[in-house]
């Protein structure tokens, strides 16, 4: 009898080990892919058993939480929606996270490590933490500004501090209220297919992830090209340049856009002032296609690797391609294709002597009482011109506002700099062209530049032939500096 109680007390043991070691092996070894099954939902309802974390603007919350009293307990709110839109993306319980909401999840739901005292031990015990703030870059005044420009047209604008590469502006319409995509019922799956059937694409960050045909604003580029490759010199001397140009290897005769502007052997000044097509385009094959790819990725043509936290989608100029694309590259047309805060860049370069500042839209992340998770802070992108460049530039651009193409856009008691353009849309320039204008101010009394604006409007609300940078994109820039300057 002994024997056999023997037995099965070790087979007992045995049993005992075995649950230990299979025990050991899932909290050790199965715990992650256990968590990340799409089957358990008990990290989900974690998840949203607490208030989210806030999106500040100005220091004041864009964003909320309220509480359901369902099992996915606290659904995401937000404060002028469709204005903050593309700021702060959407947090839904049903379709995810984008922009900030998605850039910075895990601060804003507590999962981040760094939100704890001792990230080491939260790591061990798991522990959710209260969600953190994100305190964005925009500045509201410039947010209402670029927005109310805007108003039922479509387009997008985007600003920038050009010392610090903070964005303090990123507007995109027509927009969207993200709450009503929040939560899980029907009227949330509704909201979604609405949206998402919309051929306007409410939801289509188009500051960031849109890009366009630049126009005649690409001749900041293609100016930067000329100048830093010695090809001009002098901004005040005639070019060697023809009206029209005949496009090299083809009988296709390129025109301005105005018979009566003097184009042929103008000065760089006067066609930058006039835009003057023949001129960029002559020029811009004189300093060859190696030498308008470098100037183009100096200035963040081509970099896929942006992020503000968010991605932005990669601004194009081809990097093969024959002389007579290559001249209608150089203003703006053929494949050269730009985001807004792309070319609110090349404003902010000109405007920093320059030098671009990696563009950002989070200041810093907060734990929920306060104390600094994360500093953004300032870095260098890139050097996009020589400081001397730069300075012919700023000459030129602020001809533009004071007797060119961009006078709408001129500010009294500053110093403003911009550059108008017209971009053909549509197969056979079928479609309405797109308005651009990009910008910069300065106060007169300022050693620095306040802010680089770029804007662009997809629809202007007027016959195709009214249709201009200056008439149509430049008073939405002058509202969005105003806005910055006070």
């Known amino acids: 009898m002994i024997r056999y109680i023997r037995r099965a007390a070790g087979f007992c043991l045995l049993l005992l080990v075995a649950l230990l070691l299979n025990a050991t092996r899932v909290q050790v070894f199965d715990a992650d892919s256990l968590d990340k099954n799409p089957a358990n939902r008990r990290q989900t309802i974690a998840r949203y058993d607490q208030p989210r974390g806030n999106i500040l603007v100005d220091g004041k919350t864009v964003t909320g939480s309220k509480d359901t009293g369902e099992q996915l307990r606290y659904e995401r709110t937000y404060n002028n929606g469709p204005l903050y839109a593309p700021v702060t993306g959407y947090a839904s319980q049903t379709y995810g996270t984008t922009l900030i909401e998605n850039a910075e999840d895990g601060i804003l739901s507590g999962t981040d490590s760094m939100l704890s005292t001792v990230p080491l031990l939260n790591e061990l015990t798991r522990a959710q933490q209260p969600g953190g703030n994100v305190s964005s870059t925009i500045q509201a005044d410039m947010q209402k500004a670029a927005y109310n420009g805007l108003g039922s047209k479509k387009g997008a604008v985007a600003a920038i501090e050009p010392t610090t590469g903070k964005i303090l502006a990123l507007v995109s319409t027509p927009s969207y209220d993200p709450g009503l995509i929040s939560g899980t019922d029907s009227s949330s799956t509704r909201a979604w297919t609405s949206l998402n059937s ?289």
């Open 198 to 486: 919309d051929v306007n694409q409410p939801m289509l960050n188009r500051a960031i992830r849109q890009v366009y045909a630049p126009g005649s604003t690409f001749k900041v580029v293609t100016a930067a090209g000329i100048l830093d490759s010695g090809v001009a010199t002098d901004i005040n001397t005639p070019t060697d340049t023809p009206n029209p140009y005949t496009l090299p290897g083809t009988t296709y005769q390129l025109t301005n856009e105005s018979a009566s502007d003097q184009c042929k052997n103008a000065t760089l000044l006067y066609a930058f002032e006039v835009s003057c097509n023949t001129v960029f385009a002559k020029l811009g094959v004189d300093v060859g296609l190696s030498g308008m790819v470098k100037t183009a990725e100096a200035f963040g043509f081509n970099d896929s690797g942006v992020k503000i936290p968010s991605g932005v989608a990669a601004s194009n100029f081809d990097t093969k391609m024959s002389n007579d694309h290559l001249a209608q590259s150089c203003i703006g047309q053929y494949d050269t294709s730009a985001t807004p805060l792309q070319m609110a860049m090349v404003a902010a370069a000109v405007a920093n002597d320059g030098q671009i500042m990696y563009p950002h839209l989070v200041d810093k992340t907060t734990r929920s009482d306060r104390s600094t998770v994360s500093d953004t802070g300032t870095k260098n992108y890139r050097q996009a011109m020589n400081v001397t460049t730069a300075t012919q530039l700023k000459t030129m651009m602020e001809a533009v506002v004071a007797t060119g193409t961009g006078t709408n856009a001129a500010i009294e008691g500053a110093t403003v700099g911009g550059k108008t353009g017209t971009a053909q849309n549509g197969i056979d320039n079928s479609g309405t062209p797109y308005a651009w204008f990009i910008s910069y101010a300065q106060k007169s009394d300022s050693n620095t530049p306040a802010v680089a604006v770029a804007v662009v409007v997809e629809d202007a609300s007027a016959n195709r032939s009214d249709v201009s940078g200056g008439g149509n994109a430049a008073p939405i820039a002058k509202a969005v500096m105003e806005a910055a300057l006070n």
